[in-house]
């Protein structure tokens, strides 16, 4: 791609969602949302296959979907309260449809499918970029509306989401669907907890970013994509499995790494308003996706597979990608635990 219109696509993508995401009035929020997408769409068709553009395809259509529901939601608002404020949205019907929109947007439950075929068929800088900062949006959109809206239509989407991102991801053996099936069972979590503390969707956000973040900038430096591939790791880049295998630890949310600092305060969150069933079913839930998230540490660290002598000798050639923020992401996305008191201060 040309680097001028590369960072041309860059800068609106960059514009949409911080105008988003500063935006008090529903129109140039929804303004932001329709930029994020139309230059979302170059991105995913960066090397032009029939996947990408399948991919992009797919993307389009259920993106496009989600724009007319939610300026269809805002027109009925503004019929019936004369506002564009997106703090008082009254109407039951215009929160609800508001509301759906932003699910099929984030890709969580049961508004999940085109994340898996989306993210599968694009490159994995692409992915990263999908899976990580179209999230910010819609999430900021929800942020502003979590006092007024449906709560029990959260909880379902939520606990839907945890448990087909778990299970979703069970049989399969590319790493970018495992990784959107991750993302969908992650978005669960943190709409479940936005009724309660808006704070913890942020933190749980932040911490599901950097993780995620690490885990695609080691699998584009090492160039794996499935289960096969990731067989062959630990001959060429020792060092790169081990970060993977304590990053996927942490995504799982194991103590004492960084994951499990916002899983345990939204349980406690949970519990302190006499949710207990909830929190339970969370947790038990999330177990699916622990099983196949050690699926991969197994195939990446545990198996030594039989291979070529001139396959064992690929770790002495040089590797010509440098990642130079990898080291602080893998660093963040580990050792964070210790700074839970700090930030239960800042609540």
């Given at each position: 791609m040309n680097p001028l219109a590369l960072s041309l696509i860059l800068t609106t993508l960059l514009a949409g969602t911080l105008i988003t995401m500063m935006s008090s009035h529903w129109l140039t929020a929804w303004m932001g949302l329709e930029m994020n997408m139309l230059t979302m769409i170059p991105i995913l068709m960066k090397t032009t296959n029939p996947r990408s553009t399948e991919a992009a395809t797919k993307y389009f259509m259920t993106q496009?979907?989600?724009?007319m529901m939610l300026m269809m939601a805002l027109t009925i608002n503004l019929m019936y309260s004369g506002q564009w404020s997106i703090t008082k949205m009254t109407n039951p019907v215009?929160?609800?449809?508001?509301?759906?929109?932003?699910?099929?947007?984030?890709?969580?439950?049961?508004?999940?499918?085109?994340?898996?075929?989306?993210?599968?068929?694009?490159?994995?800088?692409?992915?990263?970029?999908?899976?990580?900062?179209?999230?910010?949006?819609?999430?900021?959109?929800?942020?502003?509306?979590?006092?007024y809206t449906n709560t029990n239509l959260i909880y379902l989407s939520g606990l839907l989401?945890?448990?087909?991102?778990?299970?979703?991801?069970?049989?399969?053996?590319?790493?970018?669907k495992i990784l959107a099936y991750?993302?969908?069972?992650?978005?669960?979590?943190?709409?479940i907890i936005l009724p309660f503390n808006p704070t913890l969707t942020l933190l749980n956000l932040t911490i599901y970013i950097m993780l995620t973040l690490s885990i695609f900038m080691i699998l584009t430096n090492t160039f794996t994509t499935s289960m096969s591939s990731l067989t062959l790791m630990w001959n060429k880049t020792p060092a790169m499995t081990i970060m993977l295998m304590t990053t996927l630890l942490s995504l799982g949310g194991l103590p004492p790494l960084s994951g499990f600092m916002p899983k345990w305060l939204m349980?406690?969150?949970?519990?302190?308003n006499n949710s207990i069933i909830m929190p339970l079913t969370m947790a038990?839930?999330?177990?699916?996706?622990?099983?196949?998230?050690?699926?991969?540490?197994?195939?990446?660290?545990?198996?030594?597979?039989?291979?070529?002598?001139?396959?064992?000798?690929?770790?002495?050639?040089?590797?010509?990608?440098?990642?130079?923020?990898?080291?602080?992401?893998?660093?963040?996305?580990?050792?964070?635990?210790?700074?839970?008191?700090?930030?239960?201060?800042?609540?």
């Open positions: 496009a979907m989600a724009s215009a929160s609800n449809m508001a509301l759906m929109a932003l699910m099929t947007k984030l890709g969580s439950a049961p508004f999940h499918f085109w994340v898996p075929e989306v993210t599968q068929g694009v490159e994995l800088t692409p992915g990263m970029i999908l899976l990580t900062w179209q999230k910010l949006a819609p999430l900021s959109l929800l942020y502003q509306m979590a006092t989401s945890i448990l087909i991102g778990g299970w979703g991801g069970l049989n399969q053996t590319q790493l970018r991750s993302s969908i069972s992650h978005m669960g979590w943190m709409l349980i406690h969150e949970l519990t302190k038990i839930m999330a177990l699916l996706n622990m099983y196949f998230y050690m699926r991969l540490i197994y195939y990446s660290s545990l198996t030594i597979l039989p291979s070529t002598n001139n396959m064992k000798m690929t770790w002495r050639f040089t590797n010509t990608k440098h990642t130079m923020t990898l080291p602080t992401l893998i660093t963040l996305s580990n050792m964070l635990l210790p700074l839970t008191p700090m930030i239960s201060m800042l609540e």
